[in-house]
């Protein structure tokens, strides 16, 4: 497998609590270096890497990490970085409302965000460490009602990351226009190749030179 092809899926991430604009300017030097599809940066960042990169992919999460914000809050989140320069838009569900078996509060939230970025990109993170099968299931089908682009596995901040069996689990049950990001302790060559060969279209990592080094 050609190391630019996965590259160029690659969401090239810093999401730390403690991260300086030092190294978040680092991570937009190696993304541009790299030719990864984006760099996925915390929200306080995103007009000032716009400033400095203009043609660079930018990424950022709202409702992150634990997704329990509300609504309005998350609509305001998103706003702002689109507003600030943002491309695309990586939001928590809520997974408290997955856990009382209200499905439709969760698409309703998908689909008032995405209606709020427009055209631009939104990946659903569903920390699937955190749900069973059936509610997998279950999110599966608010991601694609809900009109988002993408479903990702994991926020990167949970007890555990991205696994391939949810990725097949994914691809069962997503809507034929729905993509997959899988993020969360994808580290090493054989990892990016096991992901992308299940059928990833993005893969979150702070980990892309091992690409290029193995």
Not at 20 to 33: D, F, H, N, V, Y
Not at 93 to 108: C, H, L, M
């Amino acid at each position: 497998m050609d190391t630019r092809k996965i590259l160029s899926i690659v969401d090239h991430t810093l999401l730390r609590p403690t991260s300086s604009w030092a190294e978040i300017k680092g991570l937009c030097e190696e993304a541009i270096q790299l030719e990864t599809a984006s760099v996925c940066i915390p929200p306080s960042f995103v007009k000032r890497v716009r400033d400095t990169f203009n043609d660079l992919c930018i990424c950022t999460v709202i409702g992150f990490p634990l997704g329990y914000s509300t609504t309005t809050v998350k609509i305001a989140e998103a706003k702002e970085a689109i507003e600030d320069g943002a491309d695309e838009i990586d939001m928590v569900i809520n997974q408290g409302a997955v856990k009382d078996g209200n499905f439709s509060e969760v698409t309703k939230e998908i689909s008032s965000i995405k209606a709020a970025i427009g055209n631009h990109c939104l990946k659903v993170i569903v920390e699937t460490c955190n749900l069973t099968e059936q509610e997998k299931i279950e999110v599966c089908k608010c991601v694609t009602d809900g009109g988002a682009d993408f479903i990702k596995t994991s926020t990167g901040f949970g007890v555990s990351g991205a696994k391939l069996e949810d990725i097949r689990l994914f691809k069962e049950h997503i809507g034929p226009n729905i993509r997959i990001k899988a993020a969360g302790g994808i580290s090493e060559k054989q990892d990016f190749l096991n992901f992308y060969q299940a059928g990833c279209d993005r893969i979150g990592t702070s980990h892309g030179k091992n690409l290029i080094t193995g």
